[in-house]
Protein backbone atom coordinates (compact mmCIF):
# COMPACT_ATOMS: atom_id res chain seq x y z
CA UNK A 1 0.00 0.00 0.00
CA UNK A 2 1.54 3.77 -0.77
CA UNK A 3 2.93 5.85 1.52
CA UNK A 4 0.70 8.10 3.24
CA UNK A 5 -2.81 5.70 2.71
CA UNK A 6 -5.10 5.37 5.65
CA UNK A 7 -5.29 1.81 6.70
CA UNK A 8 -9.00 1.13 5.64
CA UNK A 9 -8.86 -2.59 5.34
CA UNK A 10 -8.51 -2.58 1.59
CA UNK A 11 -7.00 -5.02 -0.39
CA UNK A 12 -3.85 -4.28 -2.82
CA UNK A 13 -6.90 -3.94 -5.79
CA UNK A 14 -8.82 -1.51 -3.66
CA UNK A 15 -11.31 -3.99 -2.20
CA UNK A 16 -12.25 -4.61 0.88
CA UNK A 17 -10.80 -7.71 2.62
CA UNK A 18 -12.54 -10.50 3.81
CA UNK A 19 -13.90 -9.41 7.35
CA UNK A 20 -13.12 -6.04 6.66
CA UNK A 21 -15.99 -4.63 4.59
CA UNK A 22 -18.74 -2.15 6.70
CA UNK A 23 -21.22 -4.15 5.18
CA UNK A 24 -20.53 -7.45 6.62
CA UNK A 25 -19.08 -10.90 5.37
CA UNK A 26 -16.92 -10.95 2.19
CA UNK A 27 -17.47 -8.39 0.06
CA UNK A 28 -14.33 -8.09 -1.90
CA UNK A 29 -15.99 -8.58 -5.12
CA UNK A 30 -19.17 -6.37 -4.80
CA UNK A 31 -19.06 -3.87 -7.41
CA UNK A 32 -19.16 -0.21 -6.05
CA UNK A 33 -17.66 -0.70 -2.86
CA UNK A 34 -13.76 0.80 -3.62
CA UNK A 35 -16.15 4.11 -3.84
CA UNK A 36 -17.08 3.76 -0.38
CA UNK A 37 -13.55 3.81 0.82
CA UNK A 38 -13.06 7.07 -1.24
CA UNK A 39 -16.19 8.85 -0.02
CA UNK A 40 -15.02 7.66 3.75
CA UNK A 41 -11.45 9.40 2.77
CA UNK A 42 -13.06 12.45 1.88
CA UNK A 43 -14.99 13.19 5.14
CA UNK A 44 -11.92 12.70 7.12
CA UNK A 45 -12.87 8.60 8.49
CA UNK A 46 -10.27 6.78 9.92
CA UNK A 47 -9.46 3.18 10.73
CA UNK A 48 -8.70 3.18 14.29
CA UNK A 49 -8.44 -0.20 14.80
CA UNK A 50 -4.81 -2.15 15.81
CA UNK A 51 -3.41 0.79 16.66
CA UNK A 52 -0.86 1.68 19.20
CA UNK A 53 -0.92 3.94 22.16
CA UNK A 54 1.57 6.49 20.45
CA UNK A 55 -1.11 6.54 17.36
CA UNK A 56 -4.03 6.49 19.05
CA UNK A 57 -2.41 10.19 20.90
CA UNK A 58 -1.57 11.48 17.76
CA UNK A 59 -3.38 15.18 17.07
CA UNK A 60 -5.66 15.30 14.31
CA UNK A 61 -4.47 18.27 12.86
CA UNK A 62 -1.13 17.07 12.50
CA UNK A 63 -2.44 13.53 11.03
CA UNK A 64 -4.29 15.96 8.28
CA UNK A 65 -0.84 17.86 7.61
CA UNK A 66 0.84 14.52 6.82
CA UNK A 67 -2.32 13.04 4.88
CA UNK A 68 -1.39 13.31 0.79
CA UNK A 69 -3.66 12.90 -1.97
CA UNK A 70 -5.04 9.68 -3.05
CA UNK A 71 -4.81 9.24 -6.88
CA UNK A 72 -8.50 9.05 -7.12
CA UNK A 73 -8.72 12.83 -5.50
CA UNK A 74 -6.00 13.68 -8.06
CA UNK A 75 -7.87 13.04 -10.69
CA UNK A 76 -11.07 14.80 -9.68
CA UNK A 77 -9.28 18.12 -8.90
CA UNK A 78 -10.72 20.77 -11.30
CA UNK A 79 -9.37 24.33 -11.31
CA UNK A 80 -11.21 27.00 -9.90
CA UNK A 81 -11.24 26.17 -5.75
CA UNK A 82 -10.75 29.03 -4.00
CA UNK A 83 -8.42 28.37 -0.61
CA UNK A 84 -7.09 31.71 -0.54
CA UNK A 85 -3.59 30.20 -2.25
CA UNK A 86 -2.10 31.69 -5.54
CA UNK A 87 -2.52 28.92 -7.91
CA UNK A 88 -1.12 28.00 -11.60
CA UNK A 89 -3.61 25.36 -12.78
CA UNK A 90 -1.92 23.44 -16.25
CA UNK A 91 -2.42 19.54 -17.23
CA UNK A 92 0.05 17.30 -16.40
CA UNK A 93 1.24 17.29 -20.01
CA UNK A 94 1.43 21.39 -19.98
CA UNK A 95 3.33 21.07 -16.94
CA UNK A 96 6.36 18.98 -17.80
CA UNK A 97 6.54 21.23 -20.86
CA UNK A 98 6.25 24.81 -18.90
CA UNK A 99 9.03 23.12 -16.29
CA UNK A 100 11.42 22.80 -19.73
CA UNK A 101 11.35 18.87 -19.45
CA UNK A 102 10.10 17.69 -22.66
CA UNK A 103 7.50 19.34 -25.27
CA UNK A 104 3.96 17.46 -24.47
CA UNK A 105 3.70 14.98 -26.91
CA UNK A 106 6.72 13.86 -25.59
CA UNK A 107 4.85 14.56 -22.13
CA UNK A 108 2.01 12.35 -22.85
CA UNK A 109 4.10 8.86 -23.06
CA UNK A 110 6.32 9.34 -20.83
CA UNK A 111 3.49 9.99 -18.09
CA UNK A 112 1.48 7.12 -19.76
CA UNK A 113 4.41 5.15 -18.91
CA UNK A 114 4.21 5.98 -15.42
CA UNK A 115 7.11 7.31 -14.56
CA UNK A 116 5.57 10.66 -13.64
CA UNK A 117 4.24 11.16 -9.77
CA UNK A 118 2.20 14.54 -8.57
CA UNK A 119 2.45 14.88 -4.91
CA UNK A 120 3.97 11.22 -4.31
CA UNK A 121 1.32 9.58 -6.47
CA UNK A 122 1.52 7.97 -10.14
CA UNK A 123 -0.39 9.67 -12.35
CA UNK A 124 -0.80 8.16 -15.66
CA UNK A 125 -2.65 10.69 -17.26
CA UNK A 126 -2.10 13.51 -19.09
CA UNK A 127 -4.70 15.90 -18.68
CA UNK A 128 -4.82 15.57 -15.00
CA UNK A 129 -4.96 19.39 -13.69
CA UNK A 130 -2.23 19.93 -11.60
CA UNK A 131 -0.79 22.94 -9.74
CA UNK A 132 2.05 24.50 -10.72
CA UNK A 133 2.22 26.68 -7.63
CA UNK A 134 1.55 24.14 -5.11
CA UNK A 135 2.08 20.52 -6.04
CA UNK A 136 5.17 18.53 -6.31
CA UNK A 137 5.82 17.13 -9.66
CA UNK A 138 8.78 14.49 -9.94
CA UNK A 139 9.87 12.54 -12.97
CA UNK A 140 11.66 9.02 -12.62
CA UNK A 141 11.95 9.68 -8.33
CA UNK A 142 13.74 13.43 -8.97
CA UNK A 143 11.71 16.47 -8.12
CA UNK A 144 11.55 19.23 -10.79
CA UNK A 145 11.72 22.76 -10.36
CA UNK A 146 11.16 25.19 -12.55
CA UNK A 147 14.25 27.04 -13.59
CA UNK A 148 14.99 30.49 -12.42
CA UNK A 149 16.37 32.25 -15.69
CA UNK A 150 14.20 31.91 -18.76
CA UNK A 151 16.28 31.20 -22.32
CA UNK A 152 15.42 33.20 -25.24
CA UNK A 153 16.25 32.22 -28.72
CA UNK A 154 16.11 34.15 -32.33
CA UNK A 155 15.74 31.54 -34.96
CA UNK A 156 15.70 32.61 -38.60
CA UNK A 157 13.44 29.34 -39.91
CA UNK A 158 14.14 28.47 -43.37
CA UNK A 159 11.38 27.48 -46.03
CA UNK A 160 10.16 23.92 -46.07
CA UNK A 161 10.60 22.97 -42.19
CA UNK A 162 8.00 22.42 -39.73
CA UNK A 163 7.73 24.11 -36.49
CA UNK A 164 7.35 21.45 -34.84
CA UNK A 165 9.33 18.90 -32.36
CA UNK A 166 8.71 16.05 -34.68
CA UNK A 167 7.85 15.09 -38.07
CA UNK A 168 6.02 11.84 -38.73
CA UNK A 169 7.23 12.47 -42.97
CA UNK A 170 10.51 12.70 -41.75
CA UNK A 171 11.08 16.75 -43.09
CA UNK A 172 13.11 19.02 -41.28
CA UNK A 173 12.23 20.57 -37.94
CA UNK A 174 13.14 24.25 -36.48
CA UNK A 175 14.93 21.72 -33.85
CA UNK A 176 17.07 20.47 -36.16
CA UNK A 177 19.00 23.95 -36.30
CA UNK A 178 18.80 24.58 -32.62
CA UNK A 179 21.41 23.95 -29.97
CA UNK A 180 20.72 21.44 -26.72
CA UNK A 181 20.30 24.44 -23.77
CA UNK A 182 19.17 22.24 -20.90
CA UNK A 183 15.80 22.87 -21.22
CA UNK A 184 13.15 22.64 -23.30
CA UNK A 185 11.97 25.54 -24.90
CA UNK A 186 9.28 26.43 -27.89
CA UNK A 187 8.30 28.26 -30.23
CA UNK A 188 6.04 32.01 -29.91
CA UNK A 189 3.69 31.31 -32.42
CA UNK A 190 4.43 29.41 -35.78
CA UNK A 191 5.56 29.86 -39.41
CA UNK A 192 4.14 27.69 -42.32
CA UNK A 193 5.70 25.20 -43.65
CA UNK A 194 6.75 26.93 -46.64
CA UNK A 195 7.34 30.14 -44.46
CA UNK A 196 10.42 31.45 -43.29
CA UNK A 197 12.00 33.97 -40.94
CA UNK A 198 11.98 34.89 -37.60
CA UNK A 199 10.89 32.81 -34.94
CA UNK A 200 11.28 33.05 -31.41
CA UNK A 201 11.70 30.18 -28.88
CA UNK A 202 11.55 30.16 -25.33
CA UNK A 203 10.63 28.45 -21.74
CA UNK A 204 8.77 31.50 -20.53
CA UNK A 205 5.11 30.33 -21.03
CA UNK A 206 3.88 33.64 -19.55
CA UNK A 207 5.35 35.57 -22.17
CA UNK A 208 4.98 33.53 -24.93
CA UNK A 209 1.36 33.64 -24.74
CA UNK A 210 1.00 37.47 -24.33
CA UNK A 211 2.70 37.53 -27.32
CA UNK A 212 0.96 35.71 -29.35
CA UNK A 213 -2.08 36.66 -28.14
CA UNK A 214 -3.86 39.19 -30.04
CA UNK A 215 -5.66 40.83 -27.21
CA UNK A 216 -2.01 42.21 -25.84
CA UNK A 217 -1.04 43.76 -29.81
CA UNK A 218 2.23 42.15 -30.40
CA UNK A 219 3.24 43.98 -33.86
CA UNK A 220 4.73 40.68 -36.44
CA UNK A 221 5.60 42.66 -39.61
CA UNK A 222 6.13 40.00 -42.98
CA UNK A 223 7.63 40.98 -46.28
CA UNK A 224 5.84 39.32 -48.68
CA UNK A 225 6.68 38.66 -52.20
CA UNK A 226 3.33 38.82 -54.64
CA UNK A 227 3.00 37.81 -58.51
CA UNK A 228 2.17 40.80 -60.47
CA UNK A 229 2.07 45.05 -59.70
CA UNK A 230 0.11 45.64 -56.18
CA UNK A 231 -1.38 48.81 -56.51
CA UNK A 232 -1.48 50.72 -53.24
CA UNK A 233 -5.70 51.10 -53.41
CA UNK A 234 -5.92 47.54 -53.41
CA UNK A 235 -4.33 46.76 -50.01
CA UNK A 236 -7.17 49.31 -48.37
CA UNK A 237 -9.23 46.20 -47.29
CA UNK A 238 -6.00 44.89 -45.29
CA UNK A 239 -5.54 48.18 -43.63
CA UNK A 240 -9.28 47.89 -42.51
CA UNK A 241 -10.26 44.84 -41.64
CA UNK A 242 -11.36 42.02 -43.42
CA UNK A 243 -13.63 39.09 -43.29
CA UNK A 244 -12.17 35.50 -43.56
CA UNK A 245 -14.59 32.50 -43.52
CA UNK A 246 -16.64 34.20 -40.72
CA UNK A 247 -13.47 35.49 -38.87
CA UNK A 248 -12.59 39.62 -39.26
CA UNK A 249 -8.84 40.83 -39.03
CA UNK A 250 -8.08 43.57 -36.66
CA UNK A 251 -6.70 46.46 -38.87
CA UNK A 252 -3.44 45.59 -40.60
CA UNK A 253 -0.35 47.89 -41.38
CA UNK A 254 0.55 47.39 -45.30
CA UNK A 255 2.47 49.27 -47.66
CA UNK A 256 4.77 48.73 -51.30
CA UNK A 257 8.18 47.52 -50.09
CA UNK A 258 9.66 47.10 -53.19
CA UNK A 259 8.87 46.60 -56.90
CA UNK A 260 10.06 44.51 -59.61
CA UNK A 261 8.91 44.28 -63.08
CA UNK A 262 6.84 40.79 -62.82
CA UNK A 263 6.48 41.13 -59.07
CA UNK A 264 6.02 43.23 -55.89
CA UNK A 265 7.16 43.30 -52.33
CA UNK A 266 4.73 43.98 -49.92
CA UNK A 267 5.11 44.81 -45.81
CA UNK A 268 2.20 43.77 -44.03
CA UNK A 269 2.22 43.98 -39.84
CA UNK A 270 -0.37 42.45 -38.02
CA UNK A 271 -1.23 42.28 -34.12
CA UNK A 272 -2.63 38.39 -34.62
CA UNK A 273 -1.60 35.44 -36.28
CA UNK A 274 -4.30 33.24 -37.40
CA UNK A 275 -3.65 29.80 -39.77
CA UNK A 276 -1.88 31.11 -43.14
CA UNK A 277 -3.47 35.08 -42.31
CA UNK A 278 -1.14 36.91 -44.27
CA UNK A 279 -1.32 34.50 -47.47
CA UNK A 280 -5.10 34.23 -47.23
CA UNK A 281 -5.78 38.05 -47.05
CA UNK A 282 -3.36 38.92 -49.85
CA UNK A 283 -5.27 36.47 -51.70
CA UNK A 284 -8.69 37.82 -50.90
CA UNK A 285 -8.10 40.83 -52.79
CA UNK A 286 -6.49 38.62 -55.47
CA UNK A 287 -2.89 38.01 -55.50
CA UNK A 288 -0.55 34.90 -54.96
CA UNK A 289 1.91 34.76 -52.69
CA UNK A 290 5.62 33.73 -54.29
CA UNK A 291 7.64 34.11 -50.86
CA UNK A 292 7.00 35.41 -47.16
CA UNK A 293 9.32 36.06 -45.16
CA UNK A 294 8.45 37.24 -41.17
CA UNK A 295 11.18 40.29 -40.42
CA UNK A 296 9.93 41.60 -37.00
CA UNK A 297 8.18 40.34 -33.46
CA UNK A 298 7.81 43.19 -31.22
CA UNK A 299 11.22 45.14 -31.00
CA UNK A 300 13.23 41.71 -31.96
CA UNK A 301 14.51 41.72 -35.39
CA UNK A 302 15.85 39.11 -37.74
CA UNK A 303 18.44 40.97 -39.02
CA UNK A 304 21.99 39.60 -39.04
CA UNK A 305 20.34 35.92 -39.08
CA UNK A 306 20.93 33.35 -42.27
CA UNK A 307 18.56 31.19 -42.63
CA UNK A 308 19.03 28.41 -40.80
CA UNK A 309 21.41 30.23 -37.90
CA UNK A 310 20.33 31.28 -34.32
CA UNK A 311 21.57 33.65 -31.62
CA UNK A 312 20.40 34.21 -28.06
CA UNK A 313 18.35 37.41 -27.36
CA UNK A 314 19.90 40.40 -25.55
CA UNK A 315 19.17 41.25 -22.24
CA UNK A 316 17.78 44.67 -24.11
CA UNK A 317 15.41 42.75 -26.30
CA UNK A 318 13.77 40.70 -23.55
CA UNK A 319 13.46 43.70 -21.70
CA UNK A 320 11.59 45.62 -25.02
CA UNK A 321 9.62 42.32 -25.82
CA UNK A 322 8.09 41.79 -22.36
CA UNK A 323 7.20 45.51 -22.37
CA UNK A 324 5.59 45.19 -25.57
CA UNK A 325 3.50 42.41 -23.81
CA UNK A 326 2.36 44.36 -21.18
CA UNK A 327 4.98 42.38 -18.66
CA UNK A 328 7.46 45.12 -17.76
Not at 40 to 49: E, L, M, P, Y
Not at 113 to 120: E, F, T, W, Y
Not at 166 to 193: A, N, S
Not at 223 to 245: I, N, S, W
Amino acid sequence: MPKGWPSTGLDPRGRFAKGNSPLGGNCGARPGVASLHFAAVRAGARDTRNKSKTEKNVPEEKATVQKRFTRQELLERKPGDDDGREHEWVTLSRALSKLGIMSRRQAMGTIWSGRVKVNGVVVKKHNVWVDLANDEIALDGKVLERQREYVYLALYKPVNVMTARFDRMGRKTIYDFLPDVGRWVFPVGRLDYDSEGLLILTDNGPLSQRIASPEHHVPKTYRVKVAGQVRDEDLQPLREGMDLKGYRTLPAKARIFRRNKSSTWVEITIVEGKNRQVRRMLGRVGYRVLRLVRVRVGPVKVTGLKPGQWRYLTREEVADLKKAAGLA
